[in-house]
């Protein structure tokens, strides 16, 4: 029988972070004036701004965590998808990194441990975060949990009324949640009052949850696009690297989807940084949100309040309309600055796809595989026949890694509607 799963044991579970902006002395800086790094400074747990503005190229990871990297299912499996192969006439060898089996069910407990982890050594009397389709505060809640800190998760309001499920989780998980814009800050009574029933935006959520932690003695939890979010997500690229060792393999290509860049960046950056040279890196997005092929590449706020510095990155604008597609966790404006300057640099390829082309993607995918993947996972599925026509061109069979960031089982109304199951 062929080798289909490459499992590791609990030891192997990385005991370090990967930081790749140690090895890009000209990674452009945030840019604000003082009242906006002051905002960061006492806003941040003070670890995760140390580490964002580090740059040591490895980061120990404390014991304590690793054993609750193990605790929700660390190591992920790497599996090989090889009836999936099949629609590629066997022209690709697809390996999959399984992030959707940890308990959250996607790649973002990765860092939310790390987060709520040095938000508790500040004695931080509770954690706040945004959220849109509540894979992030779900992790933020389940992170909170297993620490022993409360969360308050202020999730965008059409996704708190449309998707109850992740809403039902964070609760479960003893986290607090709130439609936002809400009642509990300035900006959002003040968003209310226009209009009672804004739909919200993540970058609304963002700045509700900054300013809640701000006063009322939290911390705020970061939850992609910066650099220590992205390094804390490393431990599935660097536990990747070993298993595609014992299936042999030396990865052609490595592709994935970014929301704001952190799930690719968890996989693909150690690779960038430590692995082969002459491998692709392929990222894609939602051209709903065309952020990756027509985005601009410069300063722009991460926030819709602006309260946060500017980042440079690739960007379609912070105050863009952003249209209400199922695949919540890639409607956000920009790209990860480290993200966005591979792309600048054409060491990442950038795409984007539509909503309807991934999920009958997605389709093809389950009935192959078994396994529903999350709608923003299935946005990665178009880059293969493209890869399949790389091979054929170059009549040599490709290997392919991916991020196979999340589960669609909460996702599958979205489904229903879009594929009219
Ligand atoms: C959030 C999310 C993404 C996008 O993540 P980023 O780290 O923001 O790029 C992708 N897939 C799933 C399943 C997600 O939940």
Redesign the pocket.
């Known amino acids: 029988m062929q080798r289909l799963t490459f499992n590791l044991s609990q030891d192997d579970v990385p005991d370090y972070w990967y930081n790749l902006p140690a090895k890009y002395p000209d990674f452009p800086q945030p840019r604000g004036d003082s009242s906006s790094m002051e905002v960061l400074q006492k806003v941040l747990p003070s670890e995760v701004l140390r580490l964002e503005m580090s740059r040591d190229e490895k980061v120990k990871i404390p014991e304590e965590l690793r054993e609750l990297y193990v605790k929700v299912g660390r190591p992920t499996p790497l599996i090989r998808a090889n009836r999936f192969e099949e629609l590629f006439d066997g022209w690709l060898r697809i390996y999959l990194k399984m992030?959707?089996y940890t308990y959250s069910?996607?790649?973002?407990i990765n860092s939310a441990l790390a987060h709520v982890y040095f938000a508790k050594k500040d004695n931080a009397k509770f954690v706040s975060t945004e959220t849109?389709?509540g894979?992030?505060g779900s992790a933020v809640a389940l992170a909170g949990a297993l620490h022993e800190v409360k969360s308050y998760v202020f999730m965008v309001r059409s996704s708190y009324n449309a998707k109850p499920y992740r809403r039902y989780m964070i609760k479960m998980y003893g986290g607090e949640v709130n439609p936002s814009p809400s009642p509990l800050t300035e900006f959002g009574r003040k968003l209310l009052e226009k209009d009672p029933n804004d739909p919200g935006t993540l970058g609304i959520a963002i700045s509700e949850a900054v300013e809640y932690a701000l006063k009322n003695g939290g911390k705020y939890v970061v939850?992609?696009?910066v650099n220590s979010d992205?390094m804390f997500?490393t431990v599935a690229g660097i536990e990747a690297m070993k298993q595609m060792e014992l299936a042999g393999e030396s990865p052609d290509a490595i592709i994935g989807?970014?929301?704001?860049?952190?799930?690719?960046?968890?996989l693909a950056f150690p690779f960038v940084g430590m692995g082969d040279k002459g491998i692709r890196y392929i990222a894609a997005g939602s051209s709903e949100i065309p952020k990756m092929t027509k985005g601009e590449y410069r300063y722009d706020y991460p926030d819709t309040a602006k309260l946060l510095p500017q980042l440079k990155m690739y960007t379609v604008g912070y105050d863009i309309k952003i249209p209400p597609i199922y695949?919540?966790?890639?409607r956000?404006h920009a790209v990860?600055p480290m993200l966005s300057l591979l792309m600048s640099k054409g060491i990442v390829e950038a795409r984007d796809y539509s909503q309807e082309e991934s999920f009958r993607w997605a389709k093809l995918f389950t009935e192959k595989e078994g396994y529903i993947p999350?709608?923003?996972?299935s946005h990665a599925l178009p880059i293969l026949k493209e890869l399949e026509e790389w091979a054929k061109s170059e009549g040599k069979k490709k290997s392919v890694l991916i991020s196979f960031?999340?589960?669609g089982l909460l996702d599958l109304a979205n489904y229903a509607d879009v594929l009219k199951l």
């Open positions: 992030e959707s069910g996607s790649h973002k849109g389709a894979q992030w939850g992609s696009v992205i997500k989807v970014v929301g704001g860049g952190s799930n690719y960046g968890g695949a919540g966790g890639l956000y990860a999350a709608p923003e996972t960031s999340g589960h």
